[in-house]
């Protein structure tokens, strides 16, 4: 179980969550109780030291606190995963000490950096006032004095802004790249050194600009603890800035704007306010006035400051300050308004690059023109014109593609549009297939191609006339002139051979290995095999499906079965040349499930008697795939394996492994290999699998390292399916198993693929993502294509675009359905271009860009080292938005941290991209869980990888039993969880209850039919189905969920203060990993350290 992220509803920016009772809400997590050792924070990216605490004897036992546990506590069953420590540390639940941080003294050398300035804040915190129409969010993340900070200017007159506030970064420094060790145990890290730096810079309160503003914490709110321990050598000691405003009124409500969706498109960012504006004083610039008084939130003034130049004091401990993370962007937020403001009315497709609404946001789609966002969603909706502002801006122009994706049932499936024995119409030069944007001329006797601007002749048959706008008289009553996305049935020309395909068959692969037997499996699997043939994909309104099946067992030798209807009882043929693989029988071995019904029954019954006694515990793996593959050769058809495979193979045949785990490549220029295939065959394999339309489906059970990087080759480039049940046990995942299983039969798939993509003159597709084959540089081949795989493809300029005409995109897939039959089925999108950054950045989709930041991220790992892999996506990051804030941001102070509105979200779900298990695994993470996430990463759509890498959580007990809608999310950060309360976390993949040690007695009974919370079981797998409101509620939720994802989640019940609690407090993207990964605080702030880097 790896894995890492999904999200919903707070208040919104600056209000701070309501605390919980007992829970002191803190800016990170609260302060440690009076028996944690003193906070250490590793450095940015290094691993935080872990600590044990006990309690003294007789101590009552009191909230949690996350630091790692011992060594010995730390492992989670078999099963679980394979994490043991997982969560941040630095974290404590328990109430915050009452120590108030006192101010230290003012002395200091001149030019000294200020390591922890000071935010200066506002006595009340205000109230937002109306949504903004705004696109950029100003974060007042002054005086970070993390590159070289220069003394603001005083602003000139007329202008509504000063120097910025001033916020500090919690870790202490975040070094330029790479991995930093963390400090050692009861030291302070160390803090950020200004580079260069001649001046102190005051932090000051800026007035407004017209932007989402992340606003300091409320007077008298929590603070973190101090952080105390020798200055590091050649630091020199800084304390806050000497002189600050004594006090910045609070504006009015209605000035300030909150960092909200909008609906519609945003306008250019608007002029920056007067220095008139009510309610804002024009600050002075803090470092030429007198010594101010008493600043809010501190307890005494200082004590005697002297003037700039004096002689430095005695080194003293620094308090802290941080970000409050109610300030900065929230995803929950982002995704709720996002929901109001655009759930409720459909999308209606026909204007060109509108920007969809979000993937989390339930919505109903109008095809007028365009595809469907459930087809294709961009990383932006507007592209530049030139390929020198696309490398100025760095945003990827990507399209994540998803052909033959399932729609909700008020939405009709695409038309299917058959032209007879012509077949579909296409431009001559290009090949481009007739859409809603060619251009008919002449009366309609002939049309110039969007794509590539050549005249064709239209054919007679296809004839019609012209309005007097130029339109067909009959385009509306033509799917492929109306409409997005339509099919064509296709000709015999566009078929293997030139004859019509037979319809597709299944093969199941069943391992009968002594490892498979003694788990149950082969007993469970053949008994689900009777009743699953019932439901095998059949084409629309058929009465069967024409699908026919095969069965194969195997160990170190492969056992045909001949099914024919004719026979009495199976006949088992057995093939031990595995070096020379061959199908022994052609009749009786792909057969109609209705005919040999008696047949099949009786097979599945004897195979778990016959092999009951095996002693055989090798298996071979890459002649299993070749025998499928000669089976559906000889009879001329397409189809799938279903393999069921338990161990590596290491018996002698071809593909045979080695075991090669070895964690000491991790970190190191070698790590790449864990990733790559051990042996070249599977590539081959696979090469040939494509070429007959084998799709290959690899359900595997491990109970060690079986190499999923090299087993799940030939699933990958085939477009087939890897699923992996670690440590399998019948009575904990027979239900996930059996749920896979059925899905995966049932589903609809495009067998013997090809697609392709096609774009008007301008722009062009060079590269592509995902689970499929490619021999030359254009053709996508997918020997299997289901609703649930996506391609996603990159495009680059190789000309300049018109403002006029856009871009357009045309994704066409060949395929032969469930039935048979060969058909087309083409999207059409049209994207605006243009001329000016701004458009580019103000309709951009965060989501489609992680996607596709993953994806690339996730190949770069098989030929790079990892820690190249990171900075390389830091680096991207932080030129697209250092581009934003140097050419489309309003002028403000460098101290502030401007991100564009539709990319808000971008620093925090980068981070968690950076701290999956791919590019950042934990101790307990095996290689064969980074190989089988990153193959997994590879083919999710844009819902997916959003859940996935920032996780759904949601609290069960908060909200009113009988509601009936899902209760609102809640950040993934430890901070946001009470011990009095009960919540439920998923990410695609997993699902867990947490449960707090203080949850009422009531509710753990009506919950767990338990009467304390000592005595709920840990680790428990099911909830007890119970008559009363509460068991219900949450029964239903946890179906809801595994309803809308394409995997079953295995739930996981974890108990507050429990071992498992590690794995559970790893999907907490927010906070520190224990790995090393960054807080969504600490990254931000980092990744506003490598702006300003750029822009200086």
Same mark, same amino acid.
């Given at each position: 179980?790896?894995?890492?992220?999904?999200?919903?509803?707070?208040?919104?920016?600056?209000?701070?969550?309501?605390?919980?009772?007992?829970?002191?809400?803190?800016?990170?997590?609260?302060?440690?109780?009076?028996?944690?050792?003193?906070?250490?924070?590793?450095?940015?990216?290094?691993?935080?030291?872990?600590?044990?605490?006990?309690?003294?004897?007789?101590?009552?036992?009191?909230?949690?606190?996350?630091?790692?546990?011992?060594?010995?506590?730390?492992?989670?069953?078999?099963?679980?995963?394979?994490?043991?420590?997982?969560?941040?540390?630095?974290?404590?639940?328990?109430?915050?000490?009452?120590?108030?941080?006192?101010?230290?003294?003012?002395?200091?050398?001149?030019?000294?950096?200020?390591?922890?300035?000071?935010?200066?804040?506002?006595?009340?915190?205000?109230?937002?006032?109306?949504?903004?129409?705004?696109?950029?969010?100003?974060?007042?993340?002054?005086?970070?004095?993390?590159?070289?900070?220069?003394?603001?200017?005083?602003?000139?007159?007329?202008?509504?802004?000063?120097?910025?506030?001033?916020?500090?970064?919690?870790?202490?420094?975040?070094?330029?790249?790479?991995?930093?060790?963390?400090?050692?145990?009861?030291?302070?890290?160390?803090?950020?050194?200004?580079?260069?730096?001649?001046?102190?810079?005051?932090?000051?309160?800026?007035?407004?600009?017209?932007?989402?503003?992340?606003?300091?914490?409320?007077?008298?709110?929590?603070?973190?603890?101090?952080?105390?321990?020798?200055?590091?050598?050649?630091?020199?000691?800084?304390?806050?800035?000497?002189?600050?405003?004594?006090?910045?009124?609070?504006?009015?409500?209605?000035?300030?704007?909150?960092?909200?969706?909008?609906?519609?498109?945003?306008?250019?960012?608007?002029?920056?306010?007067?220095?008139?504006?009510?309610?804002?004083?024009?600050?002075?610039?803090?470092?030429?006035?007198?010594?101010?008084?008493?600043?809010?939130?501190?307890?005494?003034?200082?004590?005697?400051?002297?003037?700039?130049?004096?002689?430095?004091?005695?080194?003293?401990?620094?308090?802290?300050?941080?970000?409050?993370?109610?300030?900065?962007?929230?995803?929950?937020?982002?995704?709720?308004?996002?929901?109001?403001?655009?759930?409720?009315?459909?999308?209606?497709?026909?204007?060109?690059?509108?920007?969809?609404?979000? %993937?989390?946001?339930?919505?109903?789609?109008?095809?007028?023109?365009?595809?469907?966002?459930?087809?294709?969603?961009?990383?932006?909706?507007?592209?530049?014109?030139?390929?020198?502002?696309?490398?100025?801006?760095?945003?990827?122009?990507?399209?994540?593609?998803?052909?033959?994706?399932?729609?909700?049932?008020?939405?009709?499936?695409?038309?299917?549009?058959?032209?007879?024995?012509?077949?579909?119409?296409?431009?001559?030069?290009?090949?481009?297939?007739?859409?809603?944007?060619?251009?008919?001329?002449?009366?309609?006797?002939?049309?110039?191609?969007?794509?590539?601007?050549?005249?064709?002749?239209?054919?007679?048959?296809?004839?019609?006339?012209?309005?007097?706008?130029?339109?067909?008289?009959?385009?509306?009553?033509?799917?492929?002139?109306?409409?997005?996305?339509?099919?064509?049935?296709?000709?015999?020309?566009?078929?293997?051979?030139?004859?019509?395909?037979?319809?597709?068959?299944?093969?199941?692969?069943?391992?009968?290995?002594?490892?498979?037997?003694?788990?149950?499996?082969?007993?469970?699997?053949?008994?689900?095999?009777?009743?699953?043939?019932?439901?095998?994909?059949?084409?629309?309104?058929?009465?069967?499906?024409?699908?026919?099946?095969?069965?194969?067992?195997?160990?170190?030798?492969?056992?045909?079965?001949?099914?024919?209807?004719?026979?009495?009882?199976?006949?088992?043929?057995?093939?031990?040349?595995?070096?020379?693989?061959?199908?022994?029988?052609?009749?009786?071995?792909?057969?109609?499930?209705?005919?040999?019904?008696? %047949?099949?029954?009786?097979?599945?019954?004897?195979?778990?008697?016959?092999?009951?006694?095996?002693?055989?515990?090798?298996?071979?793996?890459?002649?299993?795939?070749?025998?499928?593959?000669?089976?559906?050769?000889?009879?001329?058809?397409?189809?799938?394996?279903?393999?069921?495979?338990?161990?590596?193979?290491?018996?002698?045949?071809?593909?045979?492994?080695?075991?090669?785990?070895?964690?000491?490549?991790?970190?190191?220029?070698?790590?790449?290999?864990?990733?790559?295939?051990?042996?070249?065959?599977?590539?081959?394999?696979?090469?040939?699998?494509?070429?007959?339309?084998?799709?290959?489906?690899?359900?595997?059970?491990?109970?060690?390292?079986?190499?999923?990087?090299?087993?799940?080759?030939?699933?990958?480039?085939?477009?087939?399916?890897?699923?992996?049940?670690?440590?399998?046990?019948?009575?904990?995942?027979?239900?996930?198993?059996?749920?896979?299983?059925?899905?995966?039969?049932?589903?609809?798939?495009?067998?013997?693929?090809?697609?392709?993509?096609?774009?008007?003159?301008?722009?062009?597709?060079?590269?592509?993502?995902?689970?499929?084959?490619?021999?030359?540089?254009?053709?996508?081949?997918?020997?299997?294509?289901?609703?649930?795989?996506?391609?996603?493809?990159?495009?680059?300029?190789?000309?300049?675009?018109?403002?006029?005409?856009?871009?357009?995109?045309?994704?066409?897939?060949?395929?032969?359905?469930?039935?048979?039959?060969?058909?087309?089925?083409?999207?059409?999108?049209?994207?605006?271009?243009?001329?000016?950054?701004?458009?580019?950045?103000?309709?951009?989709?965060?989501?489609?860009?992680?996607?596709?930041?993953?994806?690339?991220?996730?190949?770069?790992?098989?030929?790079?080292?990892?820690?190249?892999?990171?900075?390389?996506?830091?680096?991207?990051?932080?030129?697209?938005?250092?581009?934003?804030?140097?050419?489309?941001?309003?002028?403000?102070?460098?101290?502030?941290?401007?991100?564009?509105?539709?990319?808000?979200?971008?620093?925090?779900?980068?981070?968690?991209?950076?701290?999956?298990?791919?590019?950042?695994?934990?101790?307990?993470?095996?290689?064969?869980?980074?190989?089988?996430?990153?193959?997994?990463?590879?083919?999710?759509?844009?819902?997916?990888?959003?859940?996935?890498?920032?996780?759904?959580?949601?609290?069960?007990?908060?909200?009113?039993?009988?509601?009936?809608?899902?209760?609102?999310?809640?950040?993934?950060?430890?901070?946001?969880?009470?011990?009095?309360?009960?919540?439920?976390?998923?990410?695609?993949?997993?699902?867990?209850?947490?449960?707090?040690?203080?949850?009422?007695?009531?509710?753990?009974?009506?919950?767990?039919?338990?009467?304390?919370?000592?005595?709920?079981?840990?680790?428990?797998?099911?909830?007890?189905?119970?008559?009363?409101?509460?068991?219900?509620?949450?029964?239903?939720?946890?179906?809801?969920?595994?309803?809308?994802?394409?995997?079953?989640?295995?739930?996981?019940? %974890?108990?507050?203060?429990?071992?498992?609690?590690?794995?559970?407090?790893?999907?907490?993207?927010?906070?520190?990993?224990?790995?090393?990964?960054?807080?969504?605080?600490?990254?931000?702030?980092?990744?506003?350290?490598?702006?300003?880097?750029?822009?200086?």
């Amino acid at each position: 179980m790896n894995v890492n992220q999904s999200a919903p509803p707070v208040p919104p920016y600056g209000q701070p969550q309501p605390v919980y009772p007992g829970y002191h809400q803190s800016s990170f997590g609260g302060q440690p109780g009076s028996t944690a050792p003193p906070n250490t924070y590793g450095a940015y990216n290094g691993p935080v030291p872990g600590y044990q605490q006990t309690p003294p004897p007789g101590v009552s036992r009191a909230p949690p606190s996350s630091g790692v546990p011992p060594a010995s506590t730390a492992q989670a069953p078999c099963g679980q995963g394979g994490y043991g420590q997982f969560g941040q540390g630095d974290v404590q639940n328990g109430p915050s000490s009452t120590v108030q941080m006192q101010r230290l003294p003012g002395s200091q050398p001149f030019g000294s950096a200020p390591v922890a300035p000071v935010v200066s804040q506002p006595a009340v915190l205000q109230p937002y006032g109306p949504p903004p129409t705004s696109a950029q969010v100003t974060a007042q993340m002054a005086g970070m004095q993390i590159s070289g900070s220069v003394t603001p200017a005083a602003p000139p007159s007329g202008l509504g802004y000063g120097p910025p506030t001033s916020l500090a970064s919690a870790s202490g420094s975040f070094p330029n790249s790479g991995l930093y060790g963390s400090c050692p145990q009861g030291q302070a890290p160390p803090l950020s050194q200004a580079q260069g730096h001649s001046g102190a810079q005051p932090p000051q309160r800026s007035a407004p600009q017209q932007a989402s503003s992340f606003t300091p914490q409320a007077s008298g709110g929590p603070r973190m603890p101090s952080m105390t321990g020798p200055l590091l050598p050649g630091q020199s000691f800084g304390g806050p800035p000497l002189n600050q405003p004594n006090h910045v009124s609070s504006p009015p409500p209605q000035a300030l704007h909150p960092g909200t969706q909008m609906a519609g498109p945003p306008g250019p960012p608007p002029p920056m306010h007067s220095s008139q504006q009510q309610g804002y004083q024009l600050q002075q610039n803090g470092s030429y006035g007198p010594t101010r008084g008493p600043q809010p939130n501190y307890g005494s003034p200082y004590p005697g400051a002297p003037a700039f130049g004096s002689q430095p004091g005695p080194p003293q401990p620094l308090p802290p300050k941080r970000l409050d993370p109610d300030a900065i962007p929230s995803p929950i937020q982002v995704i709720e308004d996002d929901r109001n403001n655009r759930g409720s009315e459909p999308f209606v497709t026909g204007v060109r690059g509108q920007v969809p609404p979000l %993937v989390t946001t339930n919505f109903l789609v109008k095809d007028q023109g365009n595809a469907s966002p459930r087809y294709i969603r961009c990383t932006s909706y507007n592209i530049p014109c030139t390929s020198d502002m696309a490398k100025q801006a760095q945003v990827p122009l990507a399209a994540v593609i998803k052909p033959l994706a399932r729609l909700p049932p008020e939405e009709a499936s695409p038309y299917v549009v058959d032209h007879g024995e012509s077949g579909p119409l296409r431009c001559n030069r290009c090949k481009a297939y007739m859409c809603p944007f060619m251009q008919f001329v002449e009366g309609g006797r002939r049309f110039q191609c969007c794509f590539c601007s050549c005249i064709n002749d239209v054919p007679p048959q296809y004839f019609q006339h012209l309005d007097h706008t130029g339109k067909r008289v009959d385009a509306y009553d033509r799917p492929e002139l109306s409409l997005g996305s339509y099919e064509f049935l296709a000709t015999v020309d566009y078929c293997k051979n030139n004859k019509f395909p037979s319809p597709p068959a299944f093969i199941f692969m069943i391992d009968v290995s002594y490892n498979a037997i003694r788990s149950g499996l082969v007993r469970l699997l053949c008994e689900e095999l009777k009743s699953l043939l019932d439901f095998l994909p059949r084409e629309g309104g058929a009465e069967e499906s024409a699908i026919r099946v095969g069965f194969v067992t195997y160990n170190k030798v492969l056992h045909f079965y001949n099914v024919k209807s004719s026979l009495a009882q199976p006949q088992m043929m057995v093939v031990s040349d595995v070096a020379d693989m061959f199908v022994p029988l052609l009749d009786g071995f792909l057969v109609n499930v209705n005919e040999s019904r008696a %047949v099949i029954i009786s097979l599945l019954d004897q195979i778990p008697e016959m092999f009951a006694d095996t002693r055989e515990t090798e298996t071979v793996f890459a002649p299993v795939i070749q025998a499928g593959m000669e089976a559906l050769k000889a009879a001329e058809c397409a189809g799938k394996l279903f393999i069921f495979h338990t161990s590596l193979p290491i018996a002698e045949a071809p593909g045979k492994l080695k075991n090669r785990d070895d964690r000491k490549l991790i970190n190191t220029d070698k790590e790449k290999t864990l990733f790559q295939p051990q042996t070249g065959t599977y590539q081959a394999l696979a090469k040939e699998c494509v070429a007959q339309g084998c799709c290959v489906d690899l359900f595997l059970f491990p109970n060690q390292y079986v190499d999923v990087a090299t087993l799940s080759v030939v699933p990958q480039l085939t477009g087939g399916s890897v699923y992996k049940y670690a440590c399998f046990q019948v009575e904990n995942d027979q239900e996930r198993f059996m749920s896979d299983l059925r899905r995966d039969v049932e589903k609809v798939v495009g067998f013997d693929a090809v697609m392709r993509v096609r774009t008007s003159t301008g722009i062009r597709a060079v590269d592509f993502f995902g689970a499929f084959y490619m021999s030359n540089t254009t053709d996508v081949e997918l020997a299997g294509l289901d609703g649930e795989k996506t391609v996603t493809v990159e495009f680059k300029h190789d000309d300049r675009l018109n403002e006029e005409s856009g871009a357009l995109l045309q994704c066409a897939l060949l395929y032969t359905s469930c039935g048979g039959q060969r058909r087309l089925r083409i999207h059409n999108l049209a994207l605006n271009c243009c001329t000016q950054l701004a458009d580019l950045y103000r309709n951009c989709e965060t989501d489609t860009l992680i996607n596709y930041m993953a994806k690339f991220a996730y190949r770069g790992v098989l030929n790079s080292p990892v820690k190249t892999v990171r900075d390389t996506l830091i680096t991207q990051c932080a030129q697209i938005l250092a581009c934003y804030r140097k050419n489309c941001a309003s002028p403000s102070s460098a101290g502030q941290l401007i991100l564009p509105e539709c990319m808000k979200l971008l620093p925090v779900y980068l981070n968690c991209v950076l701290k999956s298990d791919v590019l950042q695994p934990g101790a307990e993470v095996t290689t064969d869980d980074r190989a089988y996430v990153r193959q997994l990463v590879t083919c999710m759509d844009v819902a997916e990888t959003n859940v996935f890498f920032y996780p759904r959580l949601l609290p069960l007990t908060k909200s009113p039993i009988e509601s009936t809608t899902e209760p609102p999310a809640i950040r993934a950060s430890e901070e946001r969880l009470s011990n009095g309360d009960i919540y439920l976390l998923e990410n695609g993949l997993n699902l867990f209850i947490w449960v707090g040690a203080g949850v009422q007695q009531g509710v753990v009974q009506s919950l767990f039919n338990v009467s304390s919370f000592s005595q709920i079981a840990s680790g428990l797998g099911i909830l007890p189905v119970l008559d009363n409101p509460l068991s219900k509620k949450v029964r239903g939720l946890i179906d809801s969920l595994r309803a809308q994802r394409s995997r079953y989640m295995k739930l996981i019940v %974890v108990k507050q203060e429990d071992k498992l609690e590690m794995l559970f407090k790893h999907f907490l993207v927010e906070d520190k990993s224990l790995s090393g990964g960054a807080s969504y605080v600490d990254f931000l702030c980092h990744m506003h350290k490598e702006i300003r880097q750029l822009l200086s």
